[in-house]
């Protein structure tokens, strides 16, 4: 099993506000790792700080694509919702099965989901941003 997911400069947006999110997720994730790993009675708290924080940077996100009449804005919504569904179906698998059973699946989905999201999504809106000449969320 993947224990730990690496930030690497090639996540960076140059969006100060989405990178520090970012770096933030990164943390959590490895703490959600830590905990599945360690099985020691934490995942449920990983978990849910993971799913609070996704929760909170998405909306920041989204409030944002809303103020600049960011045209993509239907698409990377429907990202988002897609992977906290996706979060909240491994969220119930690992809380029913154990860690021994679905960490593997939580682990792939962690990373994927967070180097995938933000090469894609988060670095097009970036890009947006910065050449509407805003830098700022």
Not at 17 to 29: Q, S
Not at 32 to 46: I, K, Y
Request: aromatic letters at 10%.
């Amino acid at each position: 099993m993947t224990d730990r997911v690496e930030w690497s400069d090639d996540l960076l947006t140059h969006v100060d506000e989405i990178d520090d999110d970012h770096r933030k997720l990164f943390v959590l994730a490895n703490n959600v790792f830590a905990s599945v790993v360690l099985e020691d009675g934490a995942v449920n708290q990983t978990l849910g700080e993971l799913w609070t924080y996704t929760k909170t940077h998405f909306g920041r996100e989204e409030k944002s694509m809303t103020r600049t009449g960011y045209s993509k804005l239907a698409a990377h919504k429907k990202e988002h919702d897609d992977l906290l569904l996706e979060l909240k179906y491994l969220t119930d698998r690992l809380m029913e099965s154990g860690p021994g059973v679905i960490g593997d699946d939580v682990a792939s989905f962690l990373g994927k989901w967070l180097n995938d999201h933000i090469m894609g999504f988060d670095k097009s809106y970036a890009n947006y941003l910065r050449a509407s000449g805003q830098v700022n969320l």
